[in-house]
């Protein structure tokens, strides 16, 4: 039989077999033996052969050397990649429990709803980033104190009003009794929450929704979740979990993680504490850090937020897990065994706003130059309650390292390493320092102002003389003159509701709606 050679380049179809000898299966067909080569090929026919066109395979037979040469022309195979699409993406944000933690902030209002930076509210933060990242269709799921969210996210993310979402949607789902028995209770957790909404995406306008953003409401950080979502397609995973690296002191506050060297999350410890601690320490080397980084970071702690492909999540919470109510602690270690459960790294500011000095901390580092976040971007703007407030007015004051929200009146004080929130009043003489002030709902007129001094009464605002340090002041707090708020024994933990103030983890809190009468000292 005649002799055959033929030499492939770049990527082609796999073909039908043809050719000779069944010396073994080959990538196209049928190997050809080393017997078969015919080894009379002059160098002209050798670079005949390894010649090769753009966007084609040249297969060249040689039958024999007085047949003309017969040329059989391959397309080259084209793998696109999947590009993420938002309009295949729904967001769940969820509205968090009790928020027990941040009491008293959360007394009248859900933790999303927290004001943070002097005019935005925590829910601002992953709705700005749904916005800027192109996802539309977003879910907030409601359950404790929702009343001030509720109307806040009316306010602002709807058709009519504020940000115009186009062919998206906002929708609150708060949690309300439905038939069966576990229609009859609250939302249990994190996972019970959604499971209970899983209707919503078996509905119509959600039948092309192939990935489920989970997201917290009590975050303060910046991210393009559609490079999240990006990871996770790339990598054909299940569930992808977002993930910081996390040193010693708070590793103990998230839930840990051990990956392999592809990225896959091997095991998942939700708040470990003792022994089972230091058990999720690994080399974060893998992630990138340097070893002086890796030895400060030793663990990779979860930010809690997950993306998942819509039909596993609806599969592990309406088949698999029934029982389980929380993503943390329950959803996520099991189906790190038997799914495709990754890893994604978020290597930039992120921070869980989940007691009050966390809180606290967070909202003065926004004032240090420079801040390690920072609210204004003109790429990806946080969007918030457009006030329609006036400029602030600032009359001989001493500002340092501070941040002034709009429509304040500061009268001959002094601002130092201070966050002032929206319609806010200090009067001469005030001295503020290290302090979140959250600032009015509403203003009082200079006539109501006057008449209720007249009467020995306190406005709202800061009064004459007062000085302030280490205090978060809650919404339309009324500070007499002449008063000191600065924790000087340095009380760890006090409750004195009556007073109009908390003290925890030694930062003292000025309830919402409090008067400090004249000449109080704390």
């Known amino acids: 039989m005649d002799s055959c050679c033929a030499k492939l380049s770049g990527n082609v179809h796999q073909v039908r077999k043809r050719g000779v000898g069944k010396v073994g299966t080959g990538f196209w067909g049928e190997r050809v033996g080393a017997s078969s080569w015919s080894s009379s090929f002059s160098s002209q026919q050798w670079k005949s052969l390894r010649k090769e066109r753009r966007g084609r395979t040249i297969c060249r037979a040689i039958l024999t050397p007085d047949v003309d040469k017969e040329n059989l022309i391959f397309e080259r195979q084209v793998f696109e990649k999947q590009y993420a699409n938002p309009n295949s993406v729904a967001a769940i944000i969820l509205g ?86 576990s229609g009859q209770r609250w939302f249990q957790g994190t996972a019970d929450a959604v499971r209970q909404f899983i209707w919503v995406f078996e509905d119509a306008k959600n039948k092309n929704v192939e990935h489920i953003l989970i997201l917290s409401g009590d975050h303060l950080y910046r991210m393009d979740y559609m490079d999240f979502v990006q990871k996770h397609i790339d990598t054909n995973a299940d569930i992808t979990v977002s993930c910081v690296p996390m040193d010693d002191s708070r590793a103990s506050d998230y839930g840990l ?59 592990l919470l309406t088949q698999k897990y029934l029982s389980c109510n929380d993503f943390g602690s329950e959803i996520i270690p099991l189906s790190v065994k038997d799914h495709n459960v990754q890893a994604y790294l978020f290597n930039d500011y992120w921070e869980d706003i989940g007691t009050i000095k966390s809180f606290f901390d967070a909202n003065l580092a926004l004032t240090e130059q420079p801040p ?14 457009p006030r329609f407030l006036p400029p602030t007015k600032v009359e001989n004051c001493r500002i340092v390292d501070a941040i002034i929200s709009h429509g304040c009146f500061l009268r001959e004080c002094s601002v130092q390493h201070s966050i002032v929130g929206v319609r806010s009043r200090l009067e001469y003489g005030v001295e503020l320092k290290d302090t979140m002030m959250m600032g009015a709902d509403y203003y009082q007129t200079e006539s109501e102002i006057a008449s209720l001094l007249a009467e ?28 000191v708020i600065a924790n000087g024994d340095g009380v760890q933990e006090a409750d004195r509701p009556s007073e109009g103030f908390y003290i925890r983890s030694g930062i003292t809190v000025i309830l919402k709606n409090a008067t400090i009468n004249n000449g109080t000292i704390i």
């Open 456 to 483: 020995g009464k306190v406005p709202i605002g800061v009064g004459q003389n007062t000085r302030i340090r280490n205090c978060i002041i809650d919404k339309n707090a009324k500070i007499g003159r002449d008063v």
């Open 257 to 315: 993680m051990k990956i392999d060297d592809t990225g896959r999350i091997i095991q998942f410890s939700e708040k470990p504490k003792g022994p089972k601690l230091k058990s999720m320490k690994v080399d974060t080397t893998l992630l990138g850090l340097s070893e002086k980084e890796a030895e400060k970071y030793p663990y990779i702690a979860s930010m809690g937020v997950y993306v998942f492909r819509t039909d596993v999540l609806l599969k």
């Open 372 to 385: 390690k976040f920072e609210f204004y971007d003109p790429k990806t703007p946080f969007y918030t309650s």
């Open 96 to 181: 968090g429990g009790a928020g027990t933690r941040l009491f008293p902030l959360t007394n009248t209002r859900a933790k999303p709803a927290v004001p943070i930076g002097g005019c935005y509210r925590l829910i601002d933060v992953p709705m700005s980033n749904c916005i800027n990242s192109g996802i539309r269709k977003i879910f907030i799921l409601t359950q404790f104190n929702s009343a001030s969210l509720n109307r806040h996210i009316a306010r602002i993310y709807n058709f009519g009003n504020g940000v115009n979402f186009g062919d998206g949607f906002v929708e609150v789902l708060a949690a309300m009794q439905t038939p069966g028995e």
